[in-house]
Nanobody, 119 residues
Framework: QVQLQESGPGLVKPSQTLSLTCTVS??????????YGWIRQPPGKGLEWMGA???????YYNPALKSRTSISRDTSANQFTLQLHSVTPDETAVYYC???????????WGQGTQVTVSS
């Protein structure tokens, strides 16, 4: 059974870079036809897809965040990382990593990690 676990700082200052890591167990992140992505949910709001990285090829991003977002991976550690630059307080949210498949559905999610952007 695939499991995902987010990790990273819970507090980031405005204008700095938010960096989170997702560690995957029970499956390799290079397994064909799966992709791994990040989703966030600000308090009182809906889910927002941020971007994803497929089993091969380049990452793709929410157009609204593309200029500030990067998703990389470390295949030896079976991890993938989100970097979001120049964060603002309204980007305070619970950040989730998740695995999607060919149906387009994120079927497996991490438990989420709270990130607060505040000085």
């Amino acid at each position: 059974q695939v499991q995902l676990q987010e990790s990273g700082p819970g507090l980031v200052k405005p204008s700095q870079t938010l960096s989170l890591t997702c560690t995957v167990s029970g499956a390799y992140i290079t397994t064909n036809y799966y992709y791994y992505g990040w989703i966030r949910q600000p308090p009182g709001k809906g889910l927002e897809w941020m971007g994803a990285r497929p089993y091969s090829g380049s990452a793709y991003y929410n157009p609204a965040l593309k200029s500030r977002t990067s998703i990389s991976r470390d295949t030896s550690a079976n991890q993938f990382t989100l970097q979001l630059h120049s964060v603002t307080p309204d980007e305070t949210a619970v950040y989730y990593c998740a695995r999607g498949d060919s149906t387009g559905i994120f079927a497996h999610w991490g438990q989420g990690t709270q990130v607060t952007v505040s000085s």
